[in-house]
């Protein structure tokens, strides 16, 4: 299935790793949203769409990228996110909004990212580390579940 990955990720790059390991164990072609052309998108059969978590929701311009979206018709999509938390919970928003523009979302992946945001700085941040090798691994599995 042609897939492409959109990825918004801007505090430690923790979203863009899970992007590229999800690309790398499927074949996706895996952008920034900046570097997406919108007219593109229609040539894939699946995209999927993650982002760094932030005040509870995903990226701003991330989210105004898929409001622009226009005659996508039925496709498939899948959501993924890294946050200090971690918790699933925080795929819910990038679901619904897809769920609005017509895709069908097959699939979500969520984990622990590095985190130095306000407080957590002081203790020279939380998850250190995270994404690892072993959240990476999931990725993958999650991934190559949806084909
Ligand atoms: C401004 C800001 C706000 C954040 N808010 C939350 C939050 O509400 N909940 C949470 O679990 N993590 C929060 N985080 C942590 C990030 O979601 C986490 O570090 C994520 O992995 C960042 O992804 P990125 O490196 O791809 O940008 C926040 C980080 C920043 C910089």
């Keep these: 299935m042609s897939t492409l990955i959109i990825y ?3 505090h430690h790059e923790n979203t863009q790793k899970v992007a590229e390991a999800i690309a ?4 996706a072609d895996v952008l920034n949203y900046e ?9 894939y ?4 769409f993650g982002s760094g978590i932030y005040h509870g929701e995903p990226g701003k311009e991330l989210i105004e990228f898929i409001n622009e979206l ?10 993924f996110t890294t946050s200090g938390q971690g918790t699933a919970n925080y795929n819910y928003y990038l679901t619904q909004l897809l769920h609005e523009k017509n895709f069908e979302v097959i699939g979500g992946f969520n984990c ?3 985190d130095t945001h306000g407080l957590h700085k002081i203790v020279g941040g939380i998850n250190k580390g ?3 090798e072993d959240d990476l691994k ?5 991934a190559e579940s949806l084909l």
């Excluded at 790398?24 to 074949?27: M, R, V």
């Excluded at 570097?35 to 040539?43: A, G, L, M, R, W």
């Excluded at 059969?45 to 999927?48: D, F, H, K, P, T």
């Design 45 to 48: 059969q699946l995209i999927g």
């Design 35 to 43: 570097f997406v052309d919108p007219d593109n998108i229609s040539k």
């Design 24 to 27: 790398d164990s499927i074949g």
């Design 112 to 114: 622990k990212g590095f």
């Design 8 to 10: 918004y990720s801007k």
């Design 70 to 79: 226009k005659n996508i018709g039925d496709k498939k999509a899948f959501v």
């Design 138 to 142: 999931k990725a993958k599995l999650f």
């Design 130 to 132: 995270r994404p690892n």
